[in-house]
């Protein structure tokens, strides 16, 4: 198993529940980069939920990219075995109903058969059911299965799909004050309910991955097969998400199929041979 985490407690959550939750910023650090936030939101604040990879301002990009990296790199690499930071973004609701963020999985970001990446989803502001903190379903980084990654695949129908009784056992809210910060394995599954509050929330949200791993992003073709680009830190900030990779090296086309393994998941019925029999022979 790829170790992530330094701290054994850190590593055991994160391999059992797909997540872990610790102190990251302080005061300073969290006034800085609201400050940095302030400073360029004009460049890119559209309604309800935005995050900077929607915006197709490199300039902006860059510029997000750089203020997380020098406030928070150092911190966050203590934390972690031979990491490197790749990207990071401001992730922000601002105050109404339409900032709701239904469930889903980020994209793959490395080989996921040999390492393990992470985003580090962190708030500038406390963090309640009233004004969009994050909510994960624990273990779908095991019982979900397949990639991810643009336009949009998988699709939230399939991550919608998941059973009622499996979203009320593994659904944890994480009511926490700003600086915290949620640890989570890219294949987690997430959500955050809309912002009713009267201030915008500005959370940051940054991908740490292992240093010996490519960096992989994954493209779903208009005959539904999966390209496999190897990229690096400026795709991320010059790619159109919705436009099929414009750098990068095509590395593989891939058959992908995403499946629900949680054993609580009812499965779609399937007619085998002894369900047929069963039925000839009424
Ligand atoms: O900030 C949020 O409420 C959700 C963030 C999220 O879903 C993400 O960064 O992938």
């Not at 006034?31 to 900077?52: C, D, V, W």
């Not at 973004?89 to 980020?106: A, I, L």
């Not at 949620?182 to 987690?188: G, K, S």
């Not at 097969?225 to 690096?232: A, G, L, N, P, T």
Request: net charge neutral; hydrophobic share 35%.
């Amino acid at each position: 198993m790829f170790t992530t985490f330094k701290n054994s407690d850190f590593q055991q959550q994160l391999e059992e529940n797909g997540f872990v939750v610790f102190p990251l910023l302080n005061q300073e650090d969290i006034a800085q980069l609201q400050n940095r936030y302030n400073a360029i939101k004009h460049l890119f604040s559209p309604k309800g939920f935005h995050a900077t990879p929607y915006s197709d301002n490199i300039t902006y990009k860059w510029q997000v990219h750089n203020a997380i990296k020098e406030t928070v790199v150092e911190k966050a690499k203590t934390y972690f075995t031979d990491h490197r930071f790749l990207v990071g973004n401001f992730v922000v609701k601002e105050p109404g109903e339409e900032s709701r963020m239904p469930m889903h999985q980020d994209w793959a970001f490395v080989d996921e058969s040999q390492y393990c990446s992470i985003s580090m989803w962190c708030p500038l502001v406390d963090v309640n059911e009233h004004n969009g903190h994050l909510q994960v379903l624990s273990k779908s980084h095991i019982y979900l299965k397949g990639l991810r990654g643009t336009p949009h695949f998988p699709n939230h129908t399939f991550w919608a799909s998941i059973s009622p009784e499996v979203q009320k056992k593994y659904t944890v809210s994480l009511t926490i004050p700003a600086g915290t910060v949620v640890a989570y394995d890219h294949r987690l599954i997430h959500f955050s309910p809309p912002n009713l509050s009267q201030q915008t929330r500005v959370a940051i949200n940054f991908a740490m991955i292992p240093t010996a791993a490519k960096v992989y992003h994954y493209y779903q073709n208009n005959h539904n097969e999966i390209e496999q680009y190897e990229v690096d830190t400026e795709f991320f900030l010059t790619q159109k998400i919705t436009e099929k990779p414009q750098s990068g090296t095509l590395v593989s086309t891939i058959n992908n199929t995403n499946t629900i393994e949680y054993p609580e998941q009812k499965q779609p019925r399937t007619k085998t041979l002894l369900n047929r029999l069963m039925f000839w022979q009424k």
